[in-house]
């Protein structure tokens, strides 16, 4: 069970059940294992605890110990690169430093190379509609 922490039954005047009376009691328990009560508090404050009858009278018996420390928020993972967005970047990188030898090597532009360039460059595009929540299910 988790700590036991009044503000979560409501108004004072709300009637507590045995639930609620137990976990009340088991918080009296790590505070008495904490050294925040002595035997005779303990004793006292559990007995009133399985008494009581509403919200207000389990709220008197915490109203000098600490509350629960809430439970810590877990770190957002980072979101990882795809390694296959970088394809259509390498294979541009490579073509044109092919071009660049070609000419350097033969003193010729290689016109053949910009439709190869433009069909590189388009093959990480899409076209017409896209659809920003995944294939649709039929049915």
């Known amino acids: ?40 508090e303990y004793d006292d404050r559990v007995g009133r605890a399985y008494a009581a009858k509403t919200t207000d009278e389990l709220t008197i018996l915490f109203a000098d110990l600490p ?13 990882r690169r795809d390694p296959r967005l970088l394809l259509p970047a390498i294979g541009l990188v490579g073509v044109l430093a092919f071009a660049t030898a070609f000419v350097i090597a033969t003193h010729i532009v290689p016109f053949f190379i910009f439709p190869l360039l433009f069909f590189v460059v388009l093959r990480g595009r899409r076209f017409g509609p896209r659809n920003h929540y995944g294939p649709r299910s039929m049915g």
């Open 67 to 79: 509350q629960p420390a809430p439970a810590p928020t877990p770190p957002v993972p980072r979101p």
């Open 1 to 40: 069970m988790t700590d036991f922490s009044p503000a979560v039954f409501g108004p004072p005047a709300v009637r507590v059940g045995t639930a609620e009376r137990e976990q009340a009691a088991e918080a009296l328990g790590r505070h008495f294992a904490a050294g925040r009560l002595d035997l005779d």
